[in-house]
C-alpha cells in the first residue's frame, strides 16, 4: 500500500529542524525502498514549512510504527501530520509497480 505523508512543522521549529536533520536523513537511508519520493513543504516565500513524503508499506500500522520512531516527531520539529492512503500510477513518467 502507498501512503501520502504531509508533515508540518510547528512554529519557529526552523533551527530545530536543521539541528535534527542529520538523524532523519538518517532514518529515511534505513528505511530505503519504503519511500518512493520524499521532500520539503515551502511556503510562499520558498521557507522551509514541513515535509511530504511519499511511501510504501504493507499496511496502515506500518505507517505509524515508522512515525513513531521519525526523529522529527520525538523531537517535536512536526506539529502536524497528514496520512492517506495514496494509489501511485506513474513515477517520472513511467508506470508504477504492476
Known amino acids: 500500500m502507498q501512503f501520502i505523508i504531509k508533515a508540518y512543522d510547528g512554529e519557529g521549529m526552523l533551527e530545530k529542524r536543521m539541528?535534527?536533520?542529520?538523524?532523519?536523513?538518517?532514518?529515511?537511508?534505513?528505511?530505503?525502498?519504503h519511500i518512493i519520493c520524499a521532500g520539503g513543504l515551502l511556503d510562499d516565500e520558498g521557507k522551509m514549512?514541513?515535509?511530504a513524503l511519499v511511501v510504501e508499506f504493507p499496511d496502515r500500522a506500518a505507517?505509524?510504527?515508522y512515525l513513531s520512531n521519525e526523529p522529527y516527531v520525538i523531537e517535536g520539529v512536526w506539529q502536524k501530520i497528514e496520512?492517506?492512503?495514496?494509489?501511485?500510477?506513474?513515477?517520472?513518467?513511467?508506470?508504477?509497480g504492476k
Not at 83 to 96: A, D, I, P, R
Open 19 to 33: 539541528q535534527v536533520r542529520p538523524r532523519h536523513l538518517e532514518g529515511m537511508a534505513k528505511l530505503g525502498r
Open 49 to 51: 514549512k514541513g515535509s
Open 63 to 65: 505507517v505509524d510504527e
Open 83 to 96: 496520512v492517506e492512503t495514496m494509489n501511485v500510477v506513474l513515477l517520472n513518467g513511467e508506470k508504477f
